[in-house]
């Protein structure tokens, strides 16, 4: 999910923010639900809100993504190609497509809008649509010279290490294919032991003391793996083990800056240890990554009142009770707090 986040910053959107509330609402809740994986109840809340809005290209977007996930191909190609009159050929715009016309067998196209993206950092898999599309189009040369691109700049992607091996094992190169497939393999075989022992360690923090579920967690660190790093410090904090959570969490964050959910569940962490000062510039951070996200508004105007600055508290809560407005608790604070700054 955070890639696709992170594709939707790359995109930007061209329309401007109305005040309509409800439409908001709307729009704020769907995003929730993508960050959960479920598009299907995402797709009909962005549906409500540009039933409000339906000129906001933002929302649009968001919606066209969510289509995509769902490889509802035809109406995603529909709203992205509105978007592409609205705004021009944007690169994102153009990401979505060109993988639309891959998955429709045009390699030709794809590889027109794909090509000028393959060296681009914010569409990091690029390179292996790219390679996909040329090894469609029977240039198989240059089909892998764009894979081998793609498993450097995605060394722990599985899928490129497995098209990778077919294409050498097709051209006989046997020795190189072993090696990717060697590669894959034990690639599933980490991911089917962290769940095994994610498992484990969820159980271990319900049922045991902090001590013995730490011996059982800390199987899944490794220092190198941000996702390892990052799948460790979610399970401590779950658990209510914020303080164990603050060094996984820190080093998925240095290994992966662009990572939202690290920063996210670093702020929480620091939030809940009451460290605030510590948590604030963490939650600006994922706030300003994922400013639609409800939890890290919610929590960052909770920083800034344990600070005692509610003045720049207040418009971080209006911005997350117009994502969520059906939340009570936060509606009470927000009301609390525009009568205190009446008085």
């Known amino acids: 999910m955070q890639a696709v986040i992170l594709v939707l910053i790359a995109l930007g959107g061209g329309g401007q923010a109305v005040d309509r509330s409800a439409a908001t609402a709307h729009a704020g809740k769907a995003a929730q639900l993508m960050q ?15 039933a409000i809005d339906p000129g906001n290209d933002e929302v649009r977007i968001q919606y066209a993504t969510c289509l995509f996930a769902q490889a509802r191909n035809g109406e995603a190609r529909r709203e992205f190609e ?60 240059r089909g892998v010279e764009f ?112 990572a939202f959910d690290a920063w996210h569940n670093l702020g929480l962490s620091l939030y809940w240890l009451r460290r605030y000062q510590e948590a604030l510039p963490v939650l600006e951070k994922a706030a300003a990554m994922n400013p639609k996200f409800f939890d890290t508004l919610n929590l960052l105007a909770s920083t800034y009142h344990a600070l005692g600055n509610d003045e720049a508290a207040l418009p971080i809560m209006e911005r997350a009770h117009a994502l969520n407005p059906g939340d009570a608790k936060l509606a009470a604070a927000l009301e609390r707090m525009k009568a205190a700054k009446a008085r």
């Open 36 to 50: 959960n994986y479920q598009y299907g109840e995402a797709a009909v809340e962005f549906e409500k809100a540009l």
């Open 147 to 258: 894979l081998e691109r793609a498993a450097k700049d995605n060394p722990d992607d599985q899928e490129v290490h497995y098209r990778l091996g077919r294409e050498y094992s097709f051209a006989g190169r046997e020795e190189d294919a072993n090696r990717e497939y060697k590669i894959y393999d034990d690639s599933r075989e980490v991911r089917r032991l962290v769940e095994v022992e994610g498992h484990a360690c969820a159980a271990a923090l319900k049922e045991r003391t902090l001590a013995q579920a730490r011996e059982i967690c800390q199987r899944i660190a490794d220092p190198k793996d941000a996702r390892r790093m990052l799948y460790l410090g979610e399970l401590y904090a779950r658990g209510g083990a914020f303080a164990d959570a603050l060094e996984p969490l820190e080093a998925a964050a240095k290994l992966d800056p662009k």
């Open 82 to 141: 509105t978007e592409r009159k609205r705004l021009g050929d944007l690169l994102g715009l153009n990401y979505y497509l060109g993988q639309l016309d891959l998955r429709g067998n045009d390699f030709a196209a794809a590889i027109g809008k794909l090509l000028p993206l393959s060296t681009n950092p914010a569409f990091p898999k690029a390179s292996f649509y790219l390679g996909l599309a040329y090894l469609g189009e029977g240039q198989q040369a």
